[in-house]
């Protein structure tokens, strides 16, 4: 099974999508060196993989969507997998072309499937490399069990026994809490998800916080969930705008705390019947005195639920189908998986992160399965070597390498369960020749942003190499446009392109980043970070054109026609000169020089292009510049 899991190990309130493409020519020359060879080996990413409704009956089509992403490759088919089994007797595989409805995005139908079967799938992508050869790639499987709905046989049962007392199915077991967001200044609310296929009324419904069940968030009336429906009941006393057919469940006074242990509750009649529960706690049957302690899972500031759990998600979807998984909870306290989920790779980290030929490499996994099954093994494939990784402490899995030679090479750890199914995630890693120096990430600069032509130019101000993992662009505090779990490495003196809304600039002539679906506009409001997370989160640059002078302006003045500093829509904005932060002759006055270009100077220095203006009011940067090297 080839399978690549491409999960951001931050908790971050983004979205992260690369297209990264065959380079071309045709950008002028650079002042820096070449950089090695592009990596042209294919992979493709499965992100999303679920089916819906959530708990499939025996009457219902389950709906298995998935987002696609080929690397280094064209992609032709997508394909929906599946098998059945009941009792001891497995059904032939059945293929079926999934329907292309977005960018990347592909849904199949799994037809209605006989009640107590097990249904496994799982998606094939096909196309063609760079080299003109074809290839199939498979994910990993997502799994259901049908139960028997209660219409599914409707002459069997009408005539009990005279005296006998009806029994009759408690629907609202089928209501799931679907998504929460604690984040202040994008709206606090609690999202409420119908798995069911029939309309349910939520009458006597409630949602408690931190088992508090005298004072419920909320109580509803009658208020119809329609099947497959979702509803959003928001917090803090902000009411939402809701997309058209998503419930409004109201609003409460309450708010919803990120900063310590959370627990949210579903059920009804004083907390006497729970539905459904999410918690942050690392106790997820903790008692109620637990919940002014520091056992806080996570800080991030929204969380959805997929196919096998809670994770923090990459993109807020009040009222609609969740999008985009990041970092899986590891403490849950979920409506129980008949089928234990294949075990879940977080993420890796290397020590240390810059690595030369000659020195030991420590990889560490972090690896987590759920109640129904143990890890019996994890291994690391990398160079010539296959590494058993022994546990540590908590999650960890550790294993030690050393390279004899430089060059780019890829580590892929796979953890299997004692039901030998497999989850896996790999990283690249960069190996330097013996006694490399490394310059700090802080002499990474931000260097150019075109509006226009839609790119984030970097400069690397330093004469070392820089290893660029774990920094990440995020714009107007809120979207996450390149996040680099890879050990990138850009040279001394050398530049590195971003390219944004689809664009492709790719190129031998600078280090090439990929391109994001999102966009930038020189329009409006544009603020432009450029963050880093090793050692720690600090922020090392920004570019800002925004009017406010506070240097982190909230997100509702973006769209403030009046906020915008200079309209840069068909100019260059860039430093000048390269990466200069400050100017020495001026210390005082000019503590962070952005002008304005008549000309781009995409991948090479910016001391050709006409300067037409400076920018008036400027974002302080944070991190200092790491002297000459």
Known sequence: MKTLLNKSWMMLVAIVTMSIVACTSGTEPTDGPNTPPVNNELTVKFVNLMHDPFEVTSTDNANVSVKVTVVNGSLAEVVLNYTTTKGLIQ????????????????????????????VKYWITAKGTKLDGSEFEWDSDFGNYI?????????????????????????????????????GASLGEYIEIYNASSEDINMNGIALYKNLDYEEPLVVLADVVLPAGGYGVLSAKGTPMTLPEGCVNLGVTERGLASSRALCIELG???????????????????????????????????FCRFDNGWFSSGILTPGEKNLDPVTKLKHQ??????????????????????????????????????VYSNIAKVECKVGNATLTLSKGEGYAYTGTYTF?????????????????????????????????????????????VNT???????????????????????????????????????????????????????????LYLGSTENGISGKKSLCIEWMATVPEKVRIDAFCNTSDTDPRPKVTVWDDPAS??????????????????????????????????????????????????????????????????
Do not use: H
Not at 428 to 440: H, N
């Open 91 to 118: 059904a032939d595989p059945v293929a079926i072309t999934m329907d292309k409805i977005g960018v990347g995005y592909y849904e199949g139908t799994i037809p209605a499937t006989e009640g107590e079967s097990i």
């Open 333 to 370: 306290k979920n409506a129980a998986l008949a089928v234990a989920d294949a075990p879940y790779v977080a993420k890796m980290s290397f020590d240390p992160t810059s690595i030369t030929t000659g020195k030991q490499l420590t990889i560490t996994a972090y690896v987590y399965t759920d």
């Open 452 to 510: 226009d032509r839609k790119y984030i130019e970097f400069y690397n101000t330093s004469a070392k190499p820089v290893n660029l993992v774990g920094m990440y662009v995020e714009k107007n505090n809120e979207d996450i446009l390149l996040f680099i779990t890879d050990n990138i490495i850009i040279e001394g003196n050398q530049y590195a392109v971003l390219a944004c809304g689809g664009k492709d600039y790719s190129s031998n002539d600078y």
């Open 146 to 182: 049908v139960t028997k709905d209660e219409n599914d046989n409707p002459d069997e049962g009408d005539e009990g026994d005279e005296g006998d007392t009806p029994v009759v199915e408690d629907k609202c077991k089928k209501l799931r809490l679907n998504e929460i967001s604690t």
């Open 404 to 448: 004899s030679n430089e060059g780019d090479y890829t580590a892929v750890v796979t953890a299997t369960n004692n039901d030998n199914r497999k989850g896996s995630l790999s990283q690249k890693v960069s190996v330097l020749p013996a006694g490399t120096e490394f310059a700090s990430q802080a002499a990474v600069r931000l260097n150019e």
């Open 268 to 302: 009804r009649d004083a907390g006497a019947t729970i539905y459904d529960t999410y918690t942050n706690t690392i106790n997820p049957c903790t008692d109620a005195t637990d919940w002014n302690t520091d056992a806080v899972e996570m800080e991030a500031k929204f």
């Open 564 to 629: 915008v500093e200079a309209v840069i829509s068909d100019l260059t904005a860039g430093r000048y000169p390269d990466g200069q932060v400050v100017n020495p002759q001026y210390p005082d006055k000019l503590p962070n020089e952005w002008v304005t270009f008549t000309s781009a100077t995409l991948g090479y220095s910016n001391k050709s292009a006409q300067r037409k203006g400076r920018l008036r009011n400027q974002m302080t940067t944070i991190a200092p510049v790491p002297a000459d090297e």
